[in-house]
């Protein structure tokens, strides 16, 4: 007799968070160049005052709010897709998976900015991929650590 595997509830609610957040980054793609644009200038705007303390006063523009967006767009992506990798075992071919998935988010992203007939280029499928990147790279480094911790409390 086969053994089954339940899929853990916190796996299904990753799962619904990555296709929420895919969802999210792929609406964006389909809106207007006016309309992204104006929604970029508006964010810019907000994010002006602090932006402007990390980069220096005058160099905080549109291009540079639109690339940041992306890139921790898909850092979310990213931190998603490791804590999937987590609670379903991890391994290395979940690993490659996400990581996968993540390229395969970016490509599709851009795909839909061809057909909106917004500018598509292979620069931002590299800034998004970065992002989904480092956001894994993130958890898993926040996910040694408490591993250290725990390690070091076991051992006192």
């Known amino acids: 007799m086969e053994k089954t595997r339940s899929v853990r509830p916190i796996a299904v609610l990753l799962f619904i968070a990555i296709a929420l957040t895919s969802a999210v980054i792929w609406s964006q793609s389909v809106k207007s160049v006016e309309a992204s644009a104006a929604e970029s200038s508006r964010v810019t705007e907000f994010v002006r005052p602090v932006l402007e303390k990390i980069v220096g006063e005058g160099n905080v523009t549109d291009h540079l709010v639109r690339k940041a967006a992306h890139f921790f767009e898909f850092f979310a992506l990213g931190c998603e897709l490791f804590c999937l990798t987590l609670a379903l075992g991890l391994a290395g071919r979940r690993l490659l998976a ?42 898993s480094l926040f996910y040694l650590l408490v591993l250290l911790i725990k390690t070091r409390k076991r051992r006192k």
């Open 98 to 139: 996400a990581a996968f998935y993540a390229l395969l988010a970016a490509l599709t992203d851009e795909t839909i900015q061809i057909f909106a007939e917004r500018g598509s280029l292979v620069s931002d499928v590299w800034v998004d991929f970065a992002g989904a990147l480092c956001g894994m790279l993130a958890v």
